[in-house]
C-alpha cells in the first residue's frame, strides 16, 4: 500500500518570505498527485494536482509544485507568502488506474503566516 | 450546485449511541468517500464507493457502515458510538471510476463528540 509522509508539521512565516513544504510518497508505480488545502473553518479545497506531462505544475493563488520521480517527491512551493495562506496544507497520492480513485493523504502541514 | 453538503454540521453523542451521517452530492459523480480527520494523521479513508451499488472498506472501516442509497446519497452509521470515533468527518466524491485520478470533492464536515 503506499504512503505520503509530509515532513513538516507545523511551519510559522512572515509575510513575503517564500514557502516550501515537502511531500514524499512510497509507491513504485505511476501516480497521481494532489495538494489540498483546509483554510480555518473550512473544507478541503484542491490547490493543484500533477497527473502527467510538465512535472512542474502550477496552481491557484500562486502555489506550484514539482514532481521529482526520482526522489519519489511532489513538494509545494509559493515565492511570497500572504496572511490569508494561513491554513492546513495536506498532500495526497493515488495509484494510476486505482478501482475507485482512492487516495492516500499526508498528515498534514499546518501553515501560519505573520502579518 | 451545492456541491458536496452533509448533515448534521455538529453532533455529540453518548457512549453507545447510533446516528447516521448523511451525504449528498450533485455533480452526478460515479465515486464517493468518507474519511475521517484527526490531528496529525491526515485524513483517512472509512469507505468509499466506487460506483452505485457498491461499498469498499478503506484504511479504518471498523466500527462504521455505510450505504450507497443512489448515485448521489452516501451515508455512514455508526452503530454503536466510542470515544475513539470522536473527529471530523468528511465526505467527498469523485468522477473517476476507474483509470486516471480526478480530484475529490469535499463536503463541509461533520464534527462529532462522542463523549
Known amino acids: 500500500a503506499q504512503s505520503v509522509s509530509q515532513h513538516n508539521h507545523h511551519v510559522i512565516l512572515s509575510e513575503a518570505a517564500s514557502l516550501e513544504l515537502g511531500c514524499n510518497y512510497s509507491?513504485?508505480?505511476?501516480?497521481?498527485l494532489f495538494w489540498y488545502v483546509q483554510y480555518p473553518g473550512q473544507h478541503l479545497q484542491l490547490l493543484l494536482k500533477?497527473?502527467?506531462?510538465?512535472?512542474l505544475v502550477k496552481g491557484i493563488k500562486g502555489f506550484e509544485a514539482e514532481f521529482i520521480k526520482s526522489k519519489f517527491s511532489f513538494n509545494l512551493r509559493k515565492p511570497s507568502v500572504q496572511w490569508s495562506d494561513t491554513a492546513e496544507y495536506f498532500c495526497?497520492?493515488?495509484?494510476?488506474?486505482?478501482?475507485?480513485?482512492?487516495?492516500?493523504f499526508g498528515g498534514g502541514t499546518r501553515l501560519m503566516v505573520k502579518p | 450546485n451545492a456541491g458536496v453538503t452533509q448533515t448534521p454540521k455538529f453532533q455529540v453523542l453518548k457512549t453507545g449511541q447510533s446516528m447516521t451521517l448523511q451525504c449528498a452530492q450533485d455533480?452526478?459523480?460515479?465515486?464517493m468517500y468518507w474519511y475521517r480527520q484527526d490531528p496529525g494523521m491526515g485524513l483517512r479513508l472509512i469507505y468509499y464507493?466506487?460506483?452505485?451499488?457498491t461499498t469498499d472498506k478503506g484504511e479504518v472501516p471498523n466500527g462504521y457502515n455505510v450505504s450507497r442509497l443512489n448515485k448521489r446519497e452516501f451515508s455512514l452509521r455508526l452503530e454503536s458510538a466510542a470515544p475513539s470515533q470522536t473527529s471530523v468527518y468528511f465526505c467527498?466524491?469523485?468522477?473517476?471510476?476507474w483509470g486516471q485520478g480526478f480530484e475529490q470533492y469535499f463536503g463541509p464536515g461533520t464534527r462529532l463528540t462522542v463523549t
Open positions: 467527498a466524491s469523485s468522477e473517476a471510476l
Open positions: 509507491y513504485g508505480g505511476t501516480v497521481n
Open positions: 500533477y497527473f502527467s506531462g510538465d512535472p
Open positions: 495526497a497520492v493515488t495509484p494510476y488506474n486505482n478501482a475507485g480513485n482512492m487516495l492516500t
Open positions: 455533480m452526478n459523480h460515479n465515486s
Open positions: 464507493s466506487a460506483s452505485e451499488g
